[in-house]
């Protein structure tokens, strides 16, 4: 088993930021690449950011130029930085990581959810 702990949300003011962790531990081999998702209230979970263990990033139109993800292999930890927040970016953040093969198994990871508040 992987388990995901977050950390680092809270409550900022529009234009501010925050700085979201999660820390991989237990069966860290079964996962490689690692996202960050969030649901808002009423909406679906929504994919924000991922990146491989190579270092290939991805990230959701509506976040592009404001977040920044990375990770440090060393510690199993993967970091969201979030700049200019704006009040839509409100939401439960999520990390992620989905299995590789040799897990044998093919659900995802995930953490327990960290709140992230933009208040206007």
């Known amino acids: 088993q992987v388990q995901l702990v977050e950390s680092g949300g809270g409550l900022v003011q529009a234009g501010g930021s925050l700085r979201l962790s999660c820390a991989a531990s237990?069966?860290?081999?079964?996962?490689?690449?690692m996202g960050w998702y969030r649901q808002a209230p009423g909406k679906e979970r929504e994919l924000v950011a991922a990146i491989t263990s190579g270092g290939s990033t991805y990230y959701a139109d509506s976040v592009k130029g404001r977040f920044t993800i990375s990770r440090d292999n060393a510690k199993n930890t993967v970091y969201l930085q979030m700049n200019s927040l704006k009040p839509e970016d409100t939401a439960v953040y999520y990390c992620?990581?989905?299995?590789?093969?040799?897990?044998?198994?093919?659900?995802?990871?995930w953490g327990q959810g960290t709140q992230v508040t933009v208040s206007s």
């Open positions: 992620n990581a989905p299995p590789v093969r040799l897990c044998g198994h093919s659900y995802d990871y």
């Open positions: 237990g069966d860290t081999i079964c996962i490689s690449a």
